[in-house]
């Protein structure tokens, strides 16, 4: 008789979160990703879905059986969902998410070669009124910018498709070679009611990627990374501006010690370069993630699943 335990089924109707390739290998140690059929589904087996109306979820919680709400990519439930379930949602998750997703596009490989054209590199998505408020106080001095603002027309070099959702983890290594730091314009400045910060993707490409850089974002963000483990750079900037209240004074503050900076030539002081390699290793730490993610989400989830 095989002593094997058999695993839960997470049931799905479409690929979700749980289901990208750099995730599975740790997911498929705790369940089985299968897609709704008509077959027969054991008690431990959870519908899984991330959309709050399901009418699948709804018929499941309704019978008793349970449910999964992915909301991974969220800061928060913005809408009720209309069944019992599990929320799926951890505060850190797009720190695990881009450490495996870029690990398994190879960018952890990528090796600066500093030729620095511009000051400051400054990529925007959608349009967000203080990411103009930003883009109006620099003014004149974007001359010395390799920035985009996709929403109103203006790419990167070699950016691809703008259309395609991936292009949003295209990663260029000219990009980082050809400026000295990065300006984060982040997706967040007013905190939206949460205990903390909203960290995105977009802060963490320049620890990623060798780049010191300064965060336009909600109150308290370089706080909240130093808490994470990561180190800012308040040997090159003044980072009082992350405890200021207002957010356009927050934002001006720090554009202001973006246009500061004066770096060496295509080079990093030693305190910069050992910050610099710290991010990179701690954002790849490829243990550290597969760890969190393993007790931070599936462990709890497969509590649930089997109680």
């Known amino acids: 008789m095989s002593n094997l335990k058999i695993k839960p089924q997470l049931i799905s109707k479409k690929c979700l979160t749980l289901h990208s390739?750099?995730?599975?290998?740790l997911v498929e140690n705790f369940f089985e990703l299968n897609f709704l059929s008509d077959n027969r589904y054991s008690k431990v087996d959870c519908y899984y879905t991330n959309r709050c109306d399901d009418e699948?979820?709804?018929?499941?919680?309704?019978?008793g059986r349970k449910v999964v709400l992915d909301c991974l990519w969220?800061?928060?439930?913005l809408v009720e969902p209309q069944f019992d379930c599990y929320i799926l949602q951890n505060q850190?998750?797009?720190w695990y998410q881009e450490s495996l997703w870029y690990r398994y596009l190879e960018y952890h490989n990528y090796v600066p070669n500093r030729l620095w054209n511009f000051h400051a590199l400054m990529p925007i998505r959608k349009q967000r009124n203080f990411r103009d408020f930003v883009v109006k106080f620099l003014g004149n001095n974007l001359d010395r910018f390799?920035?985009?603002?996709?929403?109103?027309?203006?790419?990167?070099?070699n950016s691809g498709d703008s259309a395609d959702w991936n292009t949003q983890r295209l990663f260029r290594p000219e990009w980082y070679d050809s400026c000295s730091m990065?300006?984060?314009l982040e997706s967040s400045v007013e905190n939206n009611g949460f205990n903390r910060p909203l960290i995105s993707e977009k802060t963490f490409k320049p620890i990623a990627f060798w780049h010191p850089f300064v965060v336009c974002g909600d109150r308290h963000s370089l706080k909240y990374l130093r808490?994470?483990?990561?180190?800012t750079f308040d040997n090159l900037f003044n980072e009082t501006y992350d405890s200021i209240d207002a957010w356009p004074q927050r934002l001006r503050t720090a554009a202001e010690q973006c246009l500061q900076f004066r770096p060496q030539h295509n080079s990093y002081d030693t305190l910069t370069m050992q910050k610099l390699a710290h991010n990179h290793a701690h954002f790849f730490d490829q243990t550290l993630i597969e760890q969190k993610i393993k007790q931070e989400i599936l462990e709890p989830l497969l509590h649930y699943a089997e109680t």
Do not use: K, M, T
């Open 227 to 231: 808490q994470l483990g990561f180190e």
């Open 56 to 63: 699948v979820a709804i018929e499941w919680s309704n019978q």
């Open 21 to 25: 390739n750099w995730l599975l290998p």
């Open 182 to 184: 990065s300006l984060v």
């Open 146 to 157: 390799l920035w985009s603002y996709q929403d109103q027309g203006r790419h990167l070099p």
């Open 92 to 94: 850190n998750w797009l």
């Open 74 to 77: 969220e800061p928060a439930v």
